[in-house]
């Protein structure tokens, strides 16, 4: 991953992250939430914001996925990052990288997976 940042940084460094945010970071990804629907989403829905910051939490434990990458909003949990999507961002994480999570959408839709969007960067 550290060449990866080296080599995209060269490339092409991105100012990805909203202008509300104090680091620079490179986009990794952009996924729907996962499970939100079981989560705390509803309960939140009204505070959450484009832009907020999400918390990562690696779950190497987790008996469902051993990539699982828990999502949460000021210590509410969300959801997760989508299994299909996991595997590089949990390897980064389990490499001490840091990750940064922030919302990028919200819709009011009755599908789950479309409700909440959000992106993950490698912070520089």
Not at 74 to 95: I, S
Not at 99 to 112: H, I, K, Y
Request: charged fraction near 25%; proline fraction near 6%; include cysteine.
């Amino acid at each position: 991953m550290r060449f990866l940042r080296t080599s995209l940084l060269a490339l092409c460094l991105l100012p990805s992250l909203p202008a509300a945010a104090e680091t620079i970071g490179i986009l990794t990804q952009n996924s729907p939430l996962a499970g939100s629907q079981y989560y705390a989403v509803s309960k939140v829905w009204n505070e959450i914001r484009v832009g907020d910051r999400l918390t990562l939490i690696r779950e190497p434990d987790n008996r469902h996925d051993r990539n699982a990458i828990r999502v949460e909003w000021n210590g509410h949990k969300l959801g997760y990052v989508p299994r299909a999507e996991n595997r590089a961002a949990a390897r980064a994480l389990d490499a001490g990288e840091h990750l940064e999570a922030r919302v990028t959408r919200m819709r009011d839709d009755p599908d789950p997976w479309r409700r909440v969007e959000f992106a993950v960067y490698l912070t520089l």
